[in-house]
Nanobody, 114 residues
Framework: QVYLMESGGGSVPAGGSLRLSCSAS????????MNWYRQAPGKERELVAS???????TYAEDVKGRFTISRDNARNTMFLRMDNLGPEDTAVYYC????????WGRGTQVTVSS
């Protein structure tokens, strides 16, 4: 059974930084494409960043230059480094992959105060 667990969320002032982690188990992590999504209050869940098995990355336009997605295949862990955070980044952040079906973590809350 695939299990994804996010950590690293918290409350920071505008301009601050956080690093989220997603620990994965029950899958061959090193060949799995991985994604970070977020869902703000009253809004739909949106894709923030993706990283494929080769390490190629893509980002949503509004986080380019501020967020960095990475992975450590030896630790079965994906990361999201978030810099220069703003109140608009406040959301629950979710780890996601497609492995015999779409899989989600339970999310970690990020709150940015102005």
């Amino acid at each position: 059974q695939v299990y994804l667990m996010e950590s690293g969320g918290g409350s920071v002032p505008a301009g601050g930084s956080l690093r989220l982690s997603c620990s994965a188990s029950g899958m061959n992590f090193k060949i799995a494409p991985m994604n970070w999504y977020r869902q703000a209050p009253g809004k739909e869940r949106e894709l923030v960043a993706s990283i494929d098995s080769s390490g190629r990355t893509t980002y949503a336009e509004d986080v380019k230059g501020r967020f960095t997605i990475s992975r450590d295949n030896a630790r079965n862990t994906m990361f999201l480094r978030m810099d220069n955070l703003g109140p608009e980044d406040t959301a629950v952040y979710y780890c996601n992959t497609y492995w015999r079906g779409e899989k989600w973590g339970r999310g970690t809350q990020v709150t940015v105060s102005s």
